[in-house]
Nanobody, 123 residues
């Protein structure tokens, strides 16, 4: 069993930046970030392979968000820049024992989930 603790959410103005962190209690393969806006479905935002050599992004965040990981610390990060009101959501990190390729956006890929951290972007 791997426990995930995600943090770093806050309220910011449009155009601002935030960095989310996800601390894992053990080693996993694919680490993903999802978000769920109010009243909407949960969607995959980004994912990173175990070694960090492969990174995946949703079209809506490409060029603005960067996913990274520090395996020595069992921590994954989501750097978010140029935030917009439509980025407002609860963000969740997720961990999988499977590789990311081809399946990273499917919530069912992941074995463990963080508790969520709220990001609110005002215009």
């Amino acid at each position: 069993q791997v426990q995930l603790v995600d943090s770093g959410g806050d309220s910011v103005q449009a155009g601002g930046s935030l960095r989310l962190s996800c601390s894992a209690s053990g080693s996993v393969w694919c680490m993903g970030w999802f978000r769920q806006p109010p009243g909407k479905e949960r969607e995959g935002v980004a994912a990173i392979s175990r070694t960090g050599s492969a990174r995946y992004y949703a079209d809506s965040v490409t060029g603005r968000f960067t996913v990274s990981r520090d395996n020595a610390k069992n921590t994954t990060y989501l750097q978010m820049r140029n935030l917009a009101p439509e980025d407002t959501a609860t963000y969740y990190c997720a961990a999988s024992y499977r590789a990311c390729a081809g399946i990273w956006q499917a919530a069912g890929t992941y074995n463990f989930w963080g508790q969520g951290t709220q990001v609110t972007v005002s215009s």
